[in-house]
Structure formats: C-alpha cells, structure tokens
C-alpha cells in the first residue's frame, strides 16, 4: 500500500482540549495519517512526540508526514496497550499527553486487501498488523456458533447474533465463505428485509464490526491503556480518546469518571471509612465532543466521533524525560 491519506477528525477540539505545550512530550498510540500528530507538533514547536501503531503501512505513510518535524518524532511499530513497556524502553517515565483516535482508518477500509470493508470485494482479513495474529477468516474457522454468536452480539450489538454465527460457521466449514462480500452477502440475505428498510445502516455493518473488534482485539487493548495511564502522565498531563461506537465511548466515559471520583477505594468503601478519597483526574470534558455540522459534511467519518478529555491531579512520582 503506497498511499495513507486520512482526514483525522476533531483535531480543533483535539488540540484545544490536550492543550500542547512547547515542553511537552506527548504520544499518538493510533498514530495512523499523522494528522493529529502533525498539528499537534505544528501548534506546540518545542515539543516532542512518540507514535505508535500497529500498521506498517500507517507508519510509513507517518514517517514522511513528519519528516519535517526531525528528531522531535519517535515513531514505533507497536499496540498502545503496550504504553507502559514501549515508554519503558525509551527511557521515559510519564509524559505530558496521550492521544487515542480509536477505530479503522478510511485509508485501511479503501483497500480492499485488508479486508476491513463489505462494499469491496476481499480476503476476510481485518487485522490492523497484517504481519500477525489470525485474519478473520482463521478466527471464524476456530469457532463454533455459540462461541461466534456472542463476538457478534457482544461486539457488534447484533440481534440476530445465534442465526447469523450458524449460517457463517457453516459456510465457513464448507469452504464457501472466502472473501468480505461472501459475508456480506450471508448476512444480508439473513437480516429481514423489513428491518433492512428501516435500518440507515448496511444490514453487514454489526458483523463486520464485531469480527474486526475482536480479530484486533480492540476492547482489550483500550482497557489495558485506561488502567495504565494515570501512572503515565505528569500532574497536568493530559489524556485525550475519539472513539466511534458506544462500546468503546461507555469504557472511556466510566473509567474517566471513576478516576475523577477516588484513586483508591470505590465511593461506598470511602464512605464506610469516612476517608476522603481523592481523584485522580478531573474532567476536562464533561460531555463527550463532537463534530459541528461543517465537519460532519466535509468529512463524513466525523459523524460519529466522539472525544472525552481528562486531566491528572495527583502529584507525579516520575518526572517527563526525553532521551
């Protein structure tokens, strides 16, 4: 793949609310086109930045993006659930910002190799790092449907879960199940056709979101960050999350306000002792941002973007290093 172009979106709201500061060291753990990233560096010239990500091709296209910016970028093949190690192995403690922007980029769904898109015709693919871990075919494969029922109503929110993982597990079992459209088609001609009429939504749209989910194994790395920051940002240091569905935007949005309540014991155990439990961060964003109208229409992918910001209060016990 030569070419990663990508509107990032929400980058106004992004760099007002992550407030970048010319000594700052920040990182994009879903460095994709390098959007954010770039006007992140542009508005803030004295900082730093480390991005991740797991796609070869997006750090490719990142790379010369950021060529401009020289030794101020760090760029690192990796999982954002892995932030704690990989700042580890840079030689840093905590850091002064991090960004998530959450979900599949337009440039991965627009190739039809990867797999990730219904509406062109591929292998069933949908890993993010093409270069590891079961495509989406192998994982179909390895299920039977009551284990391939609930990836799809867990992930995707698909109510015809039990009906659908039947038919896919046997086509899958009678090699007639290849390619993105052959499962598209299945399911369309599974949904009714009187729920496909009302639906704004292509009746594949839940399954292939719930396979891509759990093929990337999106929700178990967005929880191993949630658990994992605070510890990584300095006192002021900010964390920033776009997510795209509700399952990612119900994680961010309880654990933001779990940690603004107590960083050590739940409310009714604090209460019991009559301690004061002291937050951990504050909400910088008390409801989820989103796109105005003008972007929606330049960009349709904002539509459904959400960002939640949070800022850390408690004193730092490792100070931001660069190396």
Not at 3 to 30: C, I, K, M, R, W
Not at 272 to 297: F, H
Request: aromatic residues 4%.
């Amino acid at each position: 793949m030569s070419e990663f172009a990508h509107e990032s979106v929400l980058t106004t709201a992004v760099l007002e609310h992550l407030a970048p500061q010319n000594d700052g060291l920040y990182v994009d753990g879903t460095l994709g086109g390098a959007g954010h990233s770039a006007a992140l560096l542009t508005q803030a010239p004295g900082c730093h930045l480390i991005g991740i990500d797991r796609d070869p091709a997006a750090l490719a296209a990142a790379r010369q993006r950021l060529a401009r910016f020289g030794d101020r970028v760090r760029l690192i093949h990796g999982q954002y659930g892995d932030l704690r190690a990989i700042l580890a192995e840079q030689g840093v403690g905590q850091v002064t910002g991090i960004l998530l922007d959450l979900g599949v980029s337009s440039p991965q769904l627009d190739h039809a190799e990867r797999g990730f898109s219904f509406t062109r015709s591929g292998p069933l693919d949908m890993r993010m790092d093409p270069t590891r871990g079961q495509t989406a075919l192998e994982l179909i494969r390895s299920l039977d449907p009551t284990e391939l029922a609930d990836i799809l109503f867990e992930l995707g929110e698909e109510r015809h879960s039990r009906k659908l993982a039947r038919l896919i597990v046997d086509a899958a079992s009678q090699d007639q199940l290849h390619t993105t459209t052959d499962l598209a088609a299945l399911v369309a001609k599974a949904i009714p056709m009187h729920e496909q009429r009302k639906s704004k939504i292509h009746p594949a749209t839940r399954t292939f979101q719930a396979l891509r989910i759990a093929v990337n194994a999106e929700l178990v790395e967005l929880e191993r960050l949630l658990e994992a920051f605070p510890d990584l940002l300095v006192a002021g240091g900010r964390c920033a999350i776009i997510s795209f569905h509700s399952l990612e935007d119900r994680l961010v949005k309880n654990r933001f306000r779990e940690l603004a309540w107590t960083s050590s014991l739940p409310r009714y155990l604090a209460d019991q002792a009559g301690e004061r439990a002291l937050p951990v961060c504050e909400l910088v964003t008390r409801k989820a941002v989103i796109a105005d109208d003008a972007e929606i229409a330049r960009n349709p992918r904002a539509r459904s973007a959400r960002l939640r910001v949070c800022v850390r209060t408690a004193a730092p016990n490792v100070p931001a290093t660069r190396r």
